[in-house]
């Protein structure tokens, strides 16, 4: 019988045997692991299997954390088929369990608490207890394996950071409000001086550059506004500021103003960078998901959802409600109706659908999304490409067509690269060799001329006999005979035709006379009954008198 323990170090794994059967026993042996000394007279290395690469390393130990027996460790254990009534110490009680289910061997696994000791002390003198481990190679495979199993825990890839599209996308509406809220107080602020302005200038970026160049009103005349505003927009403000009715301003408020207008303006700027650096990030990433619902909204699911693997996981009923959770357990517990659409309601292609039609496309979109998120997070092509969920919003735009009684689109090819719709094509030129010379052909007035007089020739040559024997009389009687006989065929059917209608009238005549004397025999015989009764009651009005 033999004390075996088992411990898993960045180096490899190390198979100790203890010379004492009791060691976990002893009262002593907390002072006696204490030391290098001590330890190394207690415990025997007696197999150490060294991991080839970092790669190695790093599977090994997600294995380990998993519970689960790596195909290295179970070679390893082979060896210990032949021990009988052994006991080995594990410290993870997962994999303590996963060792007993191996066939073959025939181990008592002991994983408890006081182990701990032993493996904090094995830990502190690895160096000593396995020859030719130096300390400065132990601390660089620790410091390896654990940045590779901090980067595998986080899902780290260099090739699809999805974190900085969720940290885009949360600062990109977080520009959005308070870009919007410089600028109405911006407005707010200025209208006091020039009023008329909000109501000519719409965009808060031209209103910020307009205030930046002309500064006070009276300055408008002479400012060239050519490069924010259009021409008719320009002579339009300038016209205004010369019947403005605000009210004057110091320099220290246009200073103040003028910052705030700047901050506007390098908000705006910060803001086309940001989505511009966004777009190229999800076409990178998600290019199927783009491809269907747009940047914002494939950004805003991939937020939603943490990362891009946690929504490639998602159903696509829940893809279709992400983002209408309250709405969704609202209607749960008031037992109503359930929401179509939360945050996909956003994309285009639901736009464009009448509104009887959205929750159809919602949940069509949906599904193909969810297709295409996984194909993005999933599939082990180098090359991206975003061919897949451009056949797929085809489809789903078709549909959309379909339902609304619009003609579909034609289809893609294979390359998914829509062809022009114009094709420009040489014109033909004039060949000169191509001509050819006709004669002159008879005028229109002389054909019909010649018609004329062979239809009256033929009519004088009725009744002409020919040497053969045969005449023309012959031939046109017998067309005159095959004549007749269809007219008197086309009588027989029209007088056949206008026989069942009459049949039938007379039908419905018969039927008709019969109900009315039905009817007659019926009221003759209400007649006579009224007649008797009033006969007896003649007779019964005596009697009760008497």
């Known amino acids: 019988m033999s004390f075996l323990i088992l411990t898993e170090t960045s180096a490899g794994y190390a198979l100790f045997k203890a010379k004492d059967k009791k060691l976990l026993k002893r009262d002593d042996l907390a002072k006696e692991i204490s030391t290098s000394d001590g330890i190394c007279g207690l415990l025997k290395l007696k197999q150490f299997s060294k991991f080839d690469s970092a790669a190695t390393a790093?599977?090994?130990?997600?294995?380990?954390?998993?519970?689960?027996?790596?195909?290295?460790?179970?070679?390893?254990?082979?060896?210990?088929?032949?021990?009988?009534?052994?006991?080995?110490?594990?410290?993870?009680?997962?994999?303590?369990?996963?060792?007993?289910?191996?066939?073959?061997?025939?181990?008592?696994?002991?994983?408890?608490?006081?182990?701990?000791?032993?493996?904090?002390?094995?830990?502190?003198?690895?160096?000593?207890?396995?020859?030719?481990?130096?300390?400065?190679?132990?601390?660089?495979?620790?410091?390896?394996?654990?940045?590779?199993?901090?980067?595998?825990?986080?899902?780290?890839s260099?090739?699809?950071?999805?974190?900085?599209?969720?940290?885009?996308?949360?600062?990109?509406?977080?520009?959005?409000?308070?870009?919007?809220?410089?600028?109405?107080?911006?407005?707010?602020?200025?209208?006091?001086?020039?009023?008329?302005?909000?109501?000519?200038?719409?965009?808060?970026?031209?209103?910020?550059?307009?205030?930046?160049?002309?500064?006070?009103?009276?300055?408008?005349?002479t400012s060239d506004l050519s490069t924010v505003l259009p021409e008719e927009i320009e002579n339009a403000l300038k016209a205004a500021?010369?019947?403005?009715?605000?009210?004057?301003?110091?320099?220290?408020?246009l200073d103040n103003i003028n910052s705030l207008a700047e901050e506007v303006i390098g908000f705006s700027e910060y803001r086309t960078e940001l989505a511009t650096y966004l777009s190229n990030r999800m076409q990178a990433i998600a290019p199927n998901l783009t491809a269907l619902v747009g940047e914002l909204v494939g950004a805003r699911l991939i937020a939603h959802a943490g990362s891009l693997m946690n929504l490639a996981k998602s159903p696509a009923s829940t893809i279709q409600i992400l983002g209408a959770e309250k709405a969704l357990f609202r209607a749960l517990k008031t037992k109503h109706d359930t929401p179509k659409y939360g945050l996909i309601y956003q994309a285009s292609l639901i736009g464009q659908s009448t509104g009887k039609n959205k929750g159809?496309?919602?949940?069509?979109?949906?599904?193909?999304?969810?297709?295409?998120?996984?194909?993005?997070?999933?599939?082990?092509?180098?090359?991206?490409?975003?061919?897949?969920?451009?056949?797929?919003?085809?489809?789903?735009?078709?549909?959309?067509?379909?339902?609304?009684?619009?003609?579909?689109?034609?289809?893609?090819?294979?390359n998914g690269v829509q062809p022009g719709k114009w094709s420009i094509q040489e014109a033909k030129k004039y060949n000169p060799d191509a001509d050819e010379v006709m004669e002159d052909a008879p005028a229109a007035a002389d054909l019909a001329k010649a018609a004329v007089a062979d239809l009256e020739t033929g009519e004088a040559m009725?009744?002409?006999?020919?040497?053969?024997?045969?005449?023309?009389?012959?031939?046109?009687?017998?067309?005159?005979?095959?004549?007749?006989?269809?007219?008197?065929?086309?009588?027989?059917?029209?007088?056949?035709?206008?026989?069942?209608?009459?049949?039938?009238?007379?039908?419905?005549?018969?039927?008709?006379?019969?109900?009315?004397?039905?009817?007659?025999?019926?009221?003759?015989?209400?007649?006579?009954?009224?007649?008797?009764?009033?006969?007896?009651?003649?007779?019964?009005?005596?009697?009760?008198?008497a």
Do not use: C
């Not at 061997?105 to 000791?117: A, F, G, K, M, P």
């Not at 209208?191 to 910020?208: L, Q, S, T, V």
């Not at 999304?369 to 735009?397: F, N």
């Open 241 to 253: 500021a010369e019947i403005s009715m605000g009210t004057e301003i110091t320099k220290e408020d």
């Open 58 to 156: 790093l599977e090994e130990v997600t294995a380990l954390i998993e519970g689960k027996v790596s195909p290295m460790l179970a070679g390893m254990l082979d060896s210990l088929k032949d021990e009988k009534k052994a006991s080995l110490v594990v410290a993870d009680v997962k994999l303590g369990n996963a060792i007993n289910k191996i066939p073959g061997l025939s181990l008592n696994i002991v994983s408890d608490s006081t182990t701990q000791d032993l493996y904090r002390s094995i830990r502190e003198h690895l160096t000593s207890l396995i020859p030719g481990l130096l300390p400065s190679d132990l601390n660089t495979m620790s410091l390896g394996l654990s940045h590779s199993l901090s980067r595998h825990k986080l899902k780290f």
């Open 360 to 414: 159809k496309i919602a949940r069509m979109l949906a599904t193909k999304t969810s297709l295409g998120i996984r194909y993005d997070a999933l599939a082990e092509d180098k090359e991206e490409s975003s061919a897949l969920g451009v056949y797929m919003r085809q489809k789903v735009e078709n549909r959309v067509r379909y339902l609304e009684g619009k003609p579909t689109l034609p289809k893609l090819p294979s």
């Open 462 to 545: 009725e009744g002409v006999s020919f040497g053969d024997g045969d005449t023309n009389t012959k031939e046109k009687k017998k067309s005159k005979e095959e004549r007749k006989k269809e007219k008197k065929e086309k009588k027989r059917k029209l007088e056949t035709a206008d026989a069942e209608p009459a049949g039938q009238d007379d039908a419905e005549e018969e039927t008709t006379v019969s109900k009315e004397e039905k009817k007659e025999k019926k009221e003759k015989k209400e007649k006579k009954k009224d007649k008797k009764d009033k006969h007896e009651r003649k007779k019964r009005k005596p009697s009760e008198e």
């Open 158 to 221: 260099p090739d699809k950071v999805d974190t900085m599209i969720v940290q885009a996308i949360a600062l990109l509406d977080d520009l959005d409000k308070q870009l919007n809220t410089y600028a109405m107080r911006l407005k707010e602020w200025y209208g006091w001086h020039f009023p008329e302005m909000a109501k000519i200038i719409n965009d808060n970026m031209a209103y910020a550059r307009v205030i930046k160049i002309m500064g006070i009103r009276s300055n408008a005349s």
